[in-house]
């Protein structure tokens, strides 16, 4: 495997469940990034890793809670979701968390019923 | 961070060159012009970024005017697969992390 993966690619849920995002990079990057695109909006920032390190939170509701075990694994963990939260999850990874040339993962579409 | 400004959409037929116009009249002298692109239903893939001189890679061709207040990104032999969204990002190299992508301009690669 090469870049950046992630799993699933689609997902559907409902309200009540939990469910997990992962996203793994094959790049040995030291930052990792979870970005969430809703339709017809501009990409938004959640979170920033730094070496496992959560540098950045983006004023993210928590019902979504990051997981980073090591530099190369990102997880999020999803519950008690609102149908609002129906987008594309992007994870991307650069070298450094400085670095803006982003390599990013073919996204996770949840959809929340 | 500086603003871009990007036309909405943009045609262009399969074989000529695309060129993709980006205005940044506010720029600042340390910050770096990067672009991305997204295909539908995929992430975004890095392109190209540069400070002011031009700059060529595998996938395209950076050109920033001496003022630096715009540039263009130029792919020499459009095909079918480079139908995408292009954004435009201005930002200094070394900083705060987040990139802000706008709404881009979406183009068409035309048989």
């Known amino acids: 495997e090469t870049g950046v993966t992630q799993t699933p690619r689609h997902l559907v849920m409902g309200m009540t469940n939990k469910k997990s995002l992962k996203c793994e990079q094959h790049l040995g990057h030291n930052a990792m990034y979870w970005y969430k695109q809703s339709a017809k909006k501009p990409l938004e920032l959640m979170f920033v890793y730094n070496f496992k390190e959560q540098t950045e939170n983006n004023s993210v509701p928590s019902r979504f809670s990051p997981e980073c075990p090591n530099s190369s694994h990102l997880f999020l963990h999803l519950h008690t979701l609102q149908p609002e939260d129906s987008a594309l999850y992007l994870c991307a990874s650069s070298q450094a968390v400085e670095i803006h040339e982003q390599y990013f993962g073919p996204g996770t579409r949840l959809t929340v019923t | 961070d500086a603003k871009t400004t990007q036309p909405p959409s943009m045609d262009c037929a399969e074989g000529r060159a695309a060129n993709l116009p980006c205005n940044h009249s506010?720029?600042?002298?340390?910050?770096?012009v990067y672009w991305y692109r997204q295909i539908h239903s995929q992430g975004p893939q890095y392109i190209i970024h540069?400070?002011?001189n031009n700059e060529t890679n595998e996938m395209a061709s950076l050109i920033i005017t001496e003022d630096r207040k715009s540039s263009t990104l130029i792919l020499p032999h459009a095909t079918l697969r480079d139908t995408a969204v292009y954004y435009c990002i201005v930002r200094v190299a070394f900083g705060a992390n987040n990139l802000f992508f706008g709404t881009g301009t979406r183009l068409t690669v035309i048989p």
């Open positions: 506010t720029i600042s002298g340390n910050e770096y």
């Open positions: 540069g400070l002011k």
